[in-house]
Each structure stands twice: as structure tokens, then as C-alpha cells.
């Protein structure tokens, strides 16, 4: 198919009133609709003589001018639909037009030249800027901000954590082009993308709802694995009515975020910020529909299992080359969406201090600590214990590390059967603390992070850490030590133990600490009264049985 002919006019409203679409029956795809690098057009000067007529980066609403025309501009019209993007299509060196499905039969918006190869890095790609002027002309949401600011006070209040930043700093430069935030709340977290994106389009897609963000359901059982129940968490409504201040939420993000509008940001670049005022879902779908195609995905929406699941899935299916960053990893509803999904599209997942979570852009795991997939698989489908899980791992570890340093493990064989390399600990977070000790000893700071994925290890509680950091010192795991000291431990921790291995912290191999051998012998010693009190309330208990069987 190809467009040879293109003459346009616009009336009061606004509306192209008069489209020439005709087929070049000589043309080798006149019969194939679907291939849009055939589209082009042939009067290009026509179009050039009533450019005048029409405003860069505004869009306007296209029909058929005859009857004659309508079977070619069905369609044409049915592609886009069927593509359920918008569609760029170069006019000429200088002018483009781009063309969308929705929300109107067909718009088009003029888009000015691309820039030059030695500007491409610093300016988004020509569809971006035409892809939001049409994006504005949605009857779903409410979209961008209005003419003049809101009367209410700005408010720079919001949950933005060193991990979230470390994260996105990675990810982010002067050469992206469009970010989607799901979950903006005040635009804490927009600013900062937006800063350092400073030529990216951010979609913020909020409801923002004083309803839905201060009624208790919305934190209900979404529990913060740093309070421990829900009910800790309903607290939450209470501050953020205090975070308000009676104001709107929407009007209060609008007025924060004014000067980080697109294409005013006063900070420099050519990015900004765009409002979506509409449910993630139908964001989603909604960007989609208009062609954004966003590098990267942050998500930090509803807490919740089920919405958190949704929000995760619809990313990776409407975007699945964008790197998908997201908060609240110490909310369990949301670990286990993140898990699940991981296994179910193939990602690794990261989590960065156990706060941040994300999917890195392959679906590859460190060949440090690389268990069966099926181990995972039945981890989330069977509901098997911390206990298997740690179990498992910690034999993976054991078995690549070296054996003479393995003090530690020794006594476990003895007095935890049936398995034969159980983690010593009666519950998650003991184990989670062997395993800490265990990749200290064996030196696997990048296994470190991958258990912290999966396993919750709170790097920043310090009864979890001081041991850990200990062992490694004493077994002169420089590197490890180091990143211990990173993830949280306490330097400025003073006792028999690691007095000398935190003053020796800072050089690329710890000397001495031997005073960490009283770490292994008390642990050995614990390890072994712990077995042999289970044999004798074993033997108890065989007693008081035997007694009631001859009673």
C-alpha cells in the first residue's frame, strides 16, 4: 500500500476536513497494509504549502473526504488499530507525521525535524514530544498539567530510600527517552528520575486519591515485614492525612512538580514530567496504545498481592525490553508478586538492601550461586519450608567453598539429621544468619545478594550482621568484609570479637582477629549442646511413653 496523494485544511474546530487517500496500484505492496515502510507521500509539497496551517506537536482529527476514500481509509485505519500503537511516518527531510488510532477515528500530529547524530544524545526521539501531544487528546484520563498552577502549598514529602537511587542512577541518563512511574504519590520519586533523566518524558501515572490513599483497606494486610502486622502499618493513614494538610492530592502533586513540566523544566533538558490520572492498568494500556516506549518501568503502586501482581504482569507484557525497577521489597504481598513472576517471564530478580527490588534486562542468574530452576519453581507452587530452602542453598555454598574452612558446618552433620547438611537455626531468620555466615567464610559477596532476593536476609539488622562480619575478618575475606560494611553492618561495633577486623576494615585484605576463633568455638559448643539436649529430651521422652504403655 502507498499513499500517493495528501491534502489537508482545517476547519473551526480543529478538524482535517479534507484527506486524499488513493492506492499506487503499481506499487510491489499494494496489497500488503502491513508493511508501514512502504507508506510515504508522493505530494509532499501540498502538504508543505499548508503547513502553515497547522501547529508543531498539536494533533488533529482526520477523515475521509469521499466515499471513494473510505474502503482505502478503513483500511489503513484497521492497521493502526491492529498494531494498537501509534505509528511515525517520515514526510520529508524536515517534517513528519505521526498517527494514531485513538481517540479519535485518526489524528495526526506535524512533528518537527529529528535531531542531528551529534544531538541525539542530549534530545528525545521527534516521535516522543508528537507521541504526548496526542497522548493529550485521551478521553481516559486526565492528562498533563493545566494552564496555571494549583492555588494550594507545594509538599516535598515522600518514601524514596538510598536503594531506590542507587538503583535508578544506574539506569538512567541524559539519552533516555521515556520513563513510566506507576505510583507518584507527591513526585518525590518523579523528581529525582526526571533529574537524572533530564531528556526523558516520565509518565506519573497516579489516581491520586484522597479516598483510596487514606482508607485503611489500601494498607490493610499489605504488612511491612518492619512492623509485623497490618494493623502497625494503618497507622500510615493517620500521617499521610497529616501529610496533606486537608489539601488535594492531585493539586498538591501539580503544584510540587510545576516546574518539572514538560518542556519547562527549569533545571535544564529537554524532558519533563506528565501526569496520568488514571488507574496503573488502564495507564498501562493506555501508554501502550499510543506507542510509549518506555527503557525503564518504576513501580511503587498498591501494596497489596493481587494489584501488585497486575501492575508487575501488565509491565512485562505491554513493555518487556524495559528494565522494571520497583519499592516496598520489605512488603511481603510484593515479594512474592516479584518472585512469582521472576520464574513465570524469566528475569532475575535484584534486590539492592532489601528495599529495592528490580529485573535486570536478561533472564540469567549469577553463575556464583546457581541452583536448579526447579528448586524455585516447587519453593512457590509447594509452599516448602525456610528450612528446605535454606538447606538446599547452604549445600550449594558448601560444596564450592573450600572444605578446611568450614569449621563452622562441621558439628551440623551431627546433631541435625535426617539431612545431612542442615543450616544450623530453628527458624528463618537464624538460618538466614548461617547463611550469612557462610558466605562470609567462603567469600561470596555476590552470592550475598542473590540469597538477599530470595531469602530476606536484612542486611541492616545487626544481630544478623555482627557474626558475619566477624568471620569474615577472621578468615581475611577482605572484599567481604567490605561489603558488609556497605550493606549495613556497624563499624562503630566495639567487643571481644571484632574490635581488630572493623580497625582493619579498610585495607584490601583484614589481618589477625583471631580473636574470632571463640566465635566458632562457642558456636560448635552451642551447636553440640543443642544435639545432645535433643537426645536427652529424645530419651525423656522415649521413658515417659514406655511408662504410659506399661501403665
Known sequence: MKLVSFNAQKNI???VTNIDISIDNNSPHSQDITSLTTLTFHNTKGFEKNRSVFQSNTSYNIKPSSEADTKSFNNFFNYLKSRSKSVHISISPTLSLYLSPTPTPLCFCVVPPSPSPSASSSSPPATVPARVAALRKSTKAQIGFPSTAPSCQSNPHGWFYPPHRVILSHILSSSTSEVVELGSWLGKSTRFISDRAPNAVVYAVDIWSNEFSLADDHYHDATS?????GKSRLAQVDTNADILHNQNLYDTFLKTNWDYRL?????????GVVPVRTYTLAGLDLLKSYGVDPSVVYIDADHHYEPAYKDIEKTLQNFPKAVVVGDDWDYEPVRRAARELALKYNRHLYVEQG????YLPHGTVHSDLQP?????????ENQVSHQRIYDNVASIIMSKGPEDLAAVTRHINKTTPPLPRNLAGSGPAYKGRSLLMLCAIHNKPQTLDYLGTYFDINYRTKSK???ALHLAAYYGRGVMVKKLLSLGADSKLVNEYNETP??????????GARECEGIIKGMEERIKGRGEKRCRDGEEEKGREEKRTKG
Open 13 to 15: 474546530n480543529e478538524t
Open 225 to 229: 515485614s518492619e512492623t509485623g502486622t
Open 263 to 271: 518542556g519547562h523544566r527549569k533545571n535544564g533538558g529537554n524532558g
Open 355 to 358: 528495599k529495592c527490588w528490580s
Open 372 to 380: 536448579s530452576r526447579d528448586l524455585y519453581t516447587d519453593t512457590i
Open 465 to 467: 550482621m555482627e557474626t
Open 502 to 511: 572493623v580497625q582493619a576494615a579498610g585495607h584490601s585484605k583484614v589481618e
